[in-house]
T-cell receptor, first 112, second 117 residues
Framework: SQQGEEDPQALSIQEGENATMNCSYK?????LQWYRQNSGRGLVHLILIRSNEREKHSGRLRVTLDTSKKSSSLLITASRAADTASYFC????????????FGTGTRLQVTL | KAGVTQTPRYLIKTRGQQVTLSCSPI?????VSWYQQTPGQGLQFLFEYFSETQRNKGNFPGRFSGRQFSNSRSEMNVSTLELGDSALYLCASSSRGGRENGANVLTFGAGSRLTVL
């Protein structure tokens, strides 16, 4: 089952702009992760935020988590063409660490 | 360190056949998970193995099965293939029993793209 819904489904921006994508989930979690997938390839882990954290940074990435609203956002600053990919949030649904539940994904297109 | 290796990368089968996909995890990783990715259903969890034991299973019919060997390599099998089984099958491994400080961070392979005709 799909735990998370991501918004928007698709996003097109120009290089240098910021990209924000959002994820909502349904059950309690211990942590939330973001992954990136280039077309038809495997996913790459980007960043993890724990349920007791509100914000986390990694390079050009900033993730926020609001457990009261069961939502998270991923901000990519100063986007580059190489950031073009699909981005997925993933949660340990109900605290089951061995099973990650992925959102529907946001397809990001960064143009020159 | 070599990444997660999945074979074959592409395969075409016909309805009713069966298929076996293979996954070699990162050296030292004992947890292997499998996911199915389709345009309609997105990423769906199939199962997770740790030390040759299935720890968790998704909502898939019994035609989908898997196993893990003592060297942590894993295989998944789909019998009596249906058109709807066409998908990208992704394998992922993680370290420390699937829990790094309480979190299961996955390293994915490139996937096996199955087409059922």
């Amino acid at each position: 089952s799909q735990q998370g819904e991501e918004d928007p489904q698709a996003l097109s921006i120009q290089e240098g702009e910021n990209a924000t994508m959002n994820c909502s989930y349904k059950t309690s979690i211990n942590n939330l992760q973001w992954y990136r997938q280039n077309s038809g390839r495997g996913l790459v882990h980007l960043i993890l935020i724990r349920s007791n954290e509100r914000e986390k940074h990694s390079g050009r990435l900033r993730v926020t988590l609001d457990t009261s609203k069961k939502s998270s956002s991923l901000l990519i600053t100063a986007s580059r063409a190489a950031d073009t990919a699909s981005y997925f949030c993933a949660t340990d649904e109900g605290g089951t660490a061995s099973k990650l539940t992925f959102g529907t994904g946001t397809r990001l297109q960064v143009t020159l | 360190k070599a990444g997660v290796t999945q074979t074959p990368r592409y395969l075409i089968k016909t309805r009713g056949q069966q298929v076996t996909l293979s996954c070699s995890p990162i050296s030292g990783h004992r947890s292997v998970s499998w996911y199915q990715q389709t345009p309609g259903q997105g990423l769906q969890f199939l199962f997770e193995y740790f030390s040759e034991t299935q720890r968790n299973k998704g909502n898939f019919p019994g035609r989908f099965s898997g196993r893990q060997f003592s060297n942590s390599r894993s295989e998944m099998n789909v019998s009596t293939l249906e058109l709807g089984d066409s998908a990208l099958y992704l394998c992922a491994s993680s370290s420390r029993g699937g829990r790094e400080n309480g979190a299961n961070v996955l390293t994915f392979g490139a996937g096996s793209r199955l087409t059922v005709l």
